[in-house]
T-cell receptor, first 113, second 116 residues
Framework: AQSVTQLDSHVSVSEGTPVLLRCNYSSSYSPSLFWYVQHPNKGLQLLLK??????LVKGINGFEAEFKKSETSFHLTKPSAHMSDAAEYFCVVSLGGSYIPTFGRGTSLIVHP | GAGVSQSPRYKVAKRGQDVALRCDPISGHVSLFWYQQALGQGPEFLTY????????KSGLPSDRFFAERPEGSVSTLKIQRTQQEDSAVYLCASSGRDRGVWTEAFFGQGTRLTVV
């Protein structure tokens, strides 16, 4: 069984300040973990993925995430928010192989000027 | 094609009407997934195919929902006798193997279904 919990439904930051979107997972096996972003009326775009290689994963647009097995966490961070980062972010877990990706409920990132 | 293609992008159906939503996955991808995304929610799993075999349909909300992938490529999600609660965005995703390693799921733009 697998599940993912996104701890915040909304996160509000000022432009230029750091971003932290939290995600905890539950999985019976070593999981693959992903962050996707969804802008309004747009498709889901992969930001980054962890598949048992380096625990610190760098993605697009300056985002990165760290896999912490001891904490079962995969939090998404960015040093400096940009207005264009405002979107819905989804943490996703799978078991690898012929998996079924399981989504968190999403975190809405709001960026103030 | 280069990505997952879904059609139509928008569909308005009268309550009780049947609808068919199409998904063209990335060429060569063996896995295909359907999700339902209600307004303000995360995508919820509906069903999963590996090639033409439907391996999991546990997420289909009722027997009005039916999916098929007869030749292991294009898939169709059919909803019979649509109801207002079926209004949502329906997302299709595909994944495959790249040098022996499974890729992430690639998503289409979705079909926004509105039942009136």
């Amino acid at each position: 069984a697998q599940s993912v919990t996104q701890l915040d439904s909304h996160v509000s930051v000022s432009e230029g300040t750091p971003v932290l979107l939290r995600c905890n997972y539950s999985s019976s096996y070593s999981p693959s973990l992903f962050w996707y972003v969804q802008h309004p009326n747009k498709g889901l775009q992969l930001l980054l993925k962890y598949t048992s290689a380096a625990t610190l994963v760098k993605g697009i647009n300056g985002f990165e995430a760290e896999f912490k097995k001891s904490e079962t966490s995969f939090h998404l961070t960015k040093p400096s928010a940009h207005m264009s980062d405002a979107a819905e972010y989804f943490c996703v877990v799978s078991l690898g192989g012929s998996y079924i990706p399981t989504f968190g409920r999403g975190t809405s990132l709001i960026v103030h000027p | 094609g280069a990505g997952v293609s879904q059609s139509p992008r928008y569909k308005v159906a009268k309550r009780g009407q049947d609808v068919a939503l199409r998904c063209d996955p990335i060429s060569g991808h063996v896995s295909l997934f359907w999700y339902q995304q209600a307004l303000g929610q995360g995508p919820e799993f509906l069903t999963y195919f590996q090639n033409e075999a439907q391996l999991d349909k546990s997420g289909l909300p009722s027997d009005r929902f039916f999916a098929e992938r007869p030749e292991g490529s294009v898939s169709t999600l059919k909803i019979q006798r649509t109801q207002q609660e079926d209004s949502a965005v329906y997302l299709c995703a595909s994944s495959g193997r790249d040098r022996g390693v499974w890729t992430e799921a690639f998503f289409g733009q979705g079909t926004r279904l509105t039942v009136v």
